[in-house]
C-alpha cells in the first residue's frame, strides 16, 4: 500500500478545500468547478469506451510488462493479467470522463499522451475530435499492443501509437505537432523524468493550451515536481483535484492555484 498517498487523500478530504467552485473568486476556475466538472451529460463515447473497458476487465489473457518508468501504484509484476492491469492501472471513469470535457471545452484538437497503457484514458482524450490528432508513447511493446487492439476495436484510427521510451519518441511526437493543445503526462512517476517532459513541451504551447498530470501526490518527488509547475513563470492557473493536477497558461489570468474536491 502506498502509505504516502493515503495520507494525502486523507489530508484532501478533510481540509476545507474549495468544493465544487464554492468560494472561488476567479471566474475562470469557477467555471471549470461550478460548471464543468459538475457536468451530469453523457457523451455517447462514454459507453463505448467504458464498454470496452468492461471487456478487458473479463480478459484472462496475461502479457509480461517492460516498465520504463516508475512503476505502478501497486507492486509491479513482470506478469500481469490484462484485467488486473486495466483494474489497477487504468484512469478511473469519473477522471477520464473529465479529460474528454476538458478536450471538448477548451477544442483540443493536437493531443500528446506520456504514457499509453491499455489505452482507456487515450480514447477519453481522442474521440471528442476524431478529425484531429492524438499522439501516445508507450515504454512495453506488450501494453501497445493491448492499446492497439483497443484502437482498432473503437475505429480510432485518428491516434497514432509510438511504442518505446519517451526520452526517444517525445521529441519526434513534439516536432509532427504544429502546437500542442494538450499534453497529458502519466506512465513515468520520476520527479526528474515528469520536470524534463514538462520543460521539452513548453516551447509548443499556446495561451489556451492546458497540461493534465496524473498521480501528482503518487511519491514525494512527484509532488515536489507538481510544485515546481505550478510555481513556473508561464503558468497561471493551478488546479489540484489529488488524483489530477491541471495547469493553464493563460495570459490573461492572474497567477493562482486551487485545491478543488473532485
Known amino acids: 500500500m502506498n502509505w504516502f498517498l493515503a495520507k494525502r487523500y486523507i489530508q484532501y478530504y478533510t481540509r476545507p478545500n474549495h468544493w465544487k467552485g464554492f468560494g472561488i473568486q476567479s471566474p475562470f476556475v469557477f467555471d471549470l468547478a461550478g460548471h464543468l466538472m459538475r457536468e451530469k451529460h453523457a457523451y455517447y463515447d462514454f459507453e463505448r469506451i467504458e464498454g470496452w473497458r468492461q471487456a478487458l476487465l473479463r480478459s484472462r489473457q496475461v502479457i509480461e510488462l517492460t516498465d520504463l518508468g516508475a512503476g505502478s501504484v501497486k507492486t509491479p509484476a513482470r506478469k500481469r493479467k490484462i484485467a488486473d492491469l486495466v483494474r489497477s492501472g487504468a484512469l478511473p471513469r469519473k477522471y477520464g470522463q473529465l479529460l474528454y470535457r476538458l478536450v471538448t471545452r477548451f477544442k483540443a484538437k493536437n493531443i500528446l499522451e506520456l504514457g499509453t497503457s491499455t489505452g482507456i484514458s487515450t480514447l477519453y482524450l481522442a474521440l471528442p475530435h476524431k478529425k484531429g490528432t492524438t499522439i501516445t508513447i508507450e515504454g512495453c511493446p506488450e501494453s501497445a499492443k493491448v492499446a492497439q487492439a483497443t484502437f482498432d476495436q473503437l475505429n480510432a484510427r485518428h491516434i497514432e501509437l509510438l511504442q518505446g521510451s519517451f526520452q526517444d519518441h517525445l521529441p ?82 492572474p497567477k493562482e492555484h486551487f485545491v478543488i474536491k473532485y
Open 172 to 253: 519526434e511526437a513534439l516536432k509532427r505537432l504544429p502546437s500542442v493543445d494538450l499534453v497529458y503526462f502519466d506512465g513515468d512517476h520520476r520527479e526528474e523524468s515528469t520536470l524534463a517532459y514538462f520543460h521539452q513541451c513548453l516551447p509548443y504551447i499556446h495561451n489556451d493550451t492546458l497540461f493534465v498530470l496524473d498521480d501528482i501526490h503518487w511519491s514525494p518527488g512527484m509532488e515536489r515536481a507538481w510544485k515546481a509547475i505550478i510555481q513556473h513563470p508561464q503558468v497561471t492557473v493551478s488546479v489540484d483535484l489529488l488524483r489530477l493536477g491541471i495547469v493553464f497558461f493563460r495570459k490573461e489570468s
